[in-house]
């Protein structure tokens, strides 16, 4: 599977204060995680990230080039997108879109289906699995024994109705 350079990061759903911050709905692992980029992408050009916080879940942020509310109301409900190459991931860790239609099996190796989807719920993230039945299986040790985000294949074990 080819890696997308380019991994959605999250939205601007709003304007913070009169100087030009926008609030930033995150949709990676956290604000924190996102305040380490220097430069995010916005209808694919670069803006600086020229600081940030954390905010209630939220990543509150100054954007080169974006001095005032005007500015930043401009920018309401725009995708945020980061550069695959400036993620320092560590060992084992991957984005979501990479493991998107992954081949899912079970432990002995049979086929159980492919990825197709990943609901985030308040408890965890659920897995729907597309095969010769439709699976919802949740995202957590006891159920997704492996993922090889490299090589594309999940393994899970699956109990009686999942």
């Not at 309401?76 to 239609?101: P, Q």
Request: hydrophobic fraction near 40%; charge should be negative; proline fraction near 3%.
């Amino acid at each position: 599977m080819e890696k997308q350079q380019y991994i959605e990061a999250g939205k601007i759903v709003n304007t913070h204060g009169v100087r030009g911050e926008v609030k930033i709905q995150v949709w990676l692992d956290s604000p924190e995680f996102m305040r380490r980029f220097k430069t995010v992408y916005i209808d694919s050009k670069p803006v600086g990230l020229l600081s940030s916080r954390a905010h209630k879940g939220f990543l509150i942020a100054m954007l080169d080039g974006v001095e005032d509310i005007n500015a930043a109301m401009s920018l309401k409900n725009k995708t945020v997108y980061i550069d695959r190459a400036d993620a320092k991931l560590k060992k084992g860790e991957y984005f979501l879109c990479d493991i998107i239609g992954s081949r899912v099996e079970r432990e002995n190796g049979e086929l159980v289906g492919t990825l197709e989807d990943i609901l985030e719920t308040p408890a965890s993230s659920v897995y729907i699995v597309r095969g010769e039945t439709e699976h919802m299986i949740p995202a957590v040790p006891e159920f997704v024994l492996k993922t090889d985000a490299e090589n594309g294949i999940i393994t899970v074990r699956l109990i009686e109705g999942m």
